[in-house]
């Protein structure tokens, strides 16, 4: 039998490509192809960094590491502005940290709910709430924003900040009469960074006053005229 390293390489491997390998199970040699090893870790890789929705309820309890699932299972294909909330296991698979962390990051803000395989296949929606139900079970109460296409059992979907909504936002205040208090309505949904200059384009430091997500008055030791940048 030839020496391995003297076959010809194939630097554009195909999925159909066979590849030699041993079965752990029994020890027998075996053809792998290209394709399926692939699949394979993909999908190890997606179980820690992805949430797959499971339809079917376990046996035994409590959901599985890694998932999401409405509180009594079903909902295949469900519509995106039909869901309301969704049970996630905060435990990802293996050795990974639980993702709790990284998801309460995201109360108040606008989330995106991604099929990992499909662009085309998405939620929008603002996390208004993430409560503790069991262990590391957690109920996600969630209000739609947009979306597209609707859910599929077995996908695994990634969740993170909707950075279009979540990031991007800002609002310019211009004030055209000479005033000690600016009185402003953003509409941001936050608590935004301000910056101030006068008509001259001079930053003026003030007092910022939040009186909700969407409005703040700001104060200042004498009257002008100018802009407030929100952020």
């Known amino acids: 039998m030839p020496i391995i390293s003297s076959y010809k390489k194939n630097n554009t491997p195909e999925p159909s490509d066979i590849l030699i390998g041993t079965d752990v199970t029994n020890g027998q040699t075996k053809n792998f192809s290209l ?3 692939s699949i394979i870790m993909i999908n190890d890789f997606l ?7 499971i339809v079917q309820d376990p046996d035994p309890d409590p959901r599985p590491e890694g998932t999401i699932s409405f509180e ?4 295949q294909a469900t519509e995106w502005q039909d869901i309301t909330s969704l049970y996630i ?3 990802m698979p293996v050795t990974v940290p639980i993702a709790l962390p990284y998801l309460q990051r995201f109360i108040g803000y606008d989330i995106i709910i991604q099929d990992v395989r499909s662009l085309g296949r998405f939620g929008v929606y603002t996390l208004t709430a993430l409560t503790q139900v069991q262990g590391n079970i957690y109920n996600m109460e969630l209000e739609f924003v947009t979306g597209n296409n609707n859910i599929q ?3 695994y979907y990634s969740i993170q900040i909707d950075i279009v909504e979540g990031f991007d936002s800002h609002y310019e205040f211009v004030q055209g009469v000479p005033a000690t208090t600016w009185d402003i309505t953003h509409n941001l949904d936050k608590f935004p960074s301000i910056s101030v200059v ?5 930053t003026v430091i003030g007092s910022y006053d939040y009186v909700t997500k969407n409005r703040v008055i700001l104060s200042f030791s004498e009257p002008f005229a ?5 952020n």
């Open 72 to 75: 009594n299972y079903g909902g």
């Open 198 to 202: 006068d008509t001259a384009d001079t």
């Open 47 to 53: 179980k820690h960094s992805a949430w797959k929705f």
């Open 226 to 230: 100018g802009r407030a940048f929100l």
């Open 153 to 155: 059992a077995l996908q």
């Open 35 to 37: 394709g399926g090893a």
């Open 89 to 91: 296991n905060v435990q």
